[in-house]
């Protein structure tokens, strides 16, 4: 466990500390990457103070933490009277961006991408605990149909807001190091996406045939708090994901992001990823020619 990053006289990073086994390590490198995602990076930031980054390592912006951002990723799920199978093929089968184009009547902006989307059972029993309110025999009654379950779910984009929020909390984990507090809401924008797809959701489901449908809400891919950008008074990381503040340290993942789109970011994470490495490579080179 990493717990902490450390920043040499040179303005450049020496080390990082981490324990293994209950004891403290520390390893020196030439290049540092941190790929620990939009919580554990800031933890990790905000831990590493100096005499040069008082608020944290390569916070001279201040943006470090700030523009968390999630998917809203609402279920609607319809119970049919056919035999639906829900966990036969991919579980992501199909998706329809329809409403990925904003349209001038919808009262949003940005907008969301509709897909098919496979609850396996442990988690179709925590929607019908969170959705329908079943417990006991009830939930045990109704797990039985799972065969006539079928299910759509929304990737929905919300908007970058400076008040969500990763800082450190007061309580301290088992390392010594502080724990992460998030503050997060949605934007009214944010909630009138939600609103808009899971009505598209419910007339679909109703238009198949269902005889009822639920909402199982949720969100998914945490994204941001260490921003992508050219000015180092706004943003975190440089086009290439290194540091403004500190050039041997990169942070490579979704936390980069600047907007999470109205869809998964796994391609885009996967692309940022072999482009820095690239970046990082070629440059070695150059520098031994």
């Not at 290049?31 to 554990?40: G, K, N, Q, R």
């Not at 005499?51 to 998917?71: D, I, Q, R, Y």
């Not at 198949?208 to 998914?220: L, V």
């Not at 391609?267 to 150059?286: C, F, H, M, N, S």
Request: hydrophobic residues 35%.
């Amino acid at each position: 466990m990493v717990t902490r990053v450390n920043l040499g006289k040179t303005g450049r990073v020496e080390s990082v500390t981490y324990v293994h086994k209950g004891r403290e390590f520390e390893q020196k490198g030439d290049t540092f990457i941190l790929s620990a995602y939009s919580v554990e990076n800031v933890r990790l930031l905000m831990h590493s103070t100096s005499a040069s980054f008082p608020g944290g390592l390569a916070n001279s912006s201040g943006a470090v933490g700030k523009f968390l951002m999630v998917h809203s990723a609402d279920f609607v799920i319809g119970k049919y009277n056919a035999m639906i199978r829900q966990y036969r093929g991919p579980q992501g089968l199909a998706l329809t961006q329809e409403w990925y184009s904003r349209k001038p009547d919808d009262g949003f902006v940005r907008a969301y991408t509709l897909e098919t989307e496979t609850l396996q059972p442990i988690e179709f029993s925590k929607a019908l605990i969170r959705g329908k309110g079943l417990w006991g025999q009830h939930l045990v009654d109704e797990m039985r149909d799972y065969n006539h379950y079928a299910s759509f779910g929304i990737v929905g984009e919300c908007l970058p807001s400076e008040n969500n929020t990763v800082t450190l909390s007061d309580e301290l984990d088992e390392f010594g190091t502080p724990r992460a507090k998030v503050t997060y809401s949605y934007l009214d924008n944010d909630k009138k996406i939600i609103e808009h797809s899971v009505r598209k959701c419910e007339e679909i489901h109703d238009a198949a045939g269902a005889i009822e449908t639920f909402q199982y809400p949720g969100s998914a891919h945490l994204l941001g708090t260490c921003r992508m950008g050219d000015d180092p008074k706004t943003s975190v990381v440089d086009k290439w994901c290194r540091t403004h503040d500190v050039k041997n340290l990169y942070i490579c993942d979704g936390s980069v992001f600047t907007t999470g789109a109205g869809v998964n970011p796994t391609l885009t994470i996967e692309a940022l990823a072999a482009r820095t490495a690239d970046y990082i490579v070629e440059t070695k080179k150059r520098r031994e020619l």
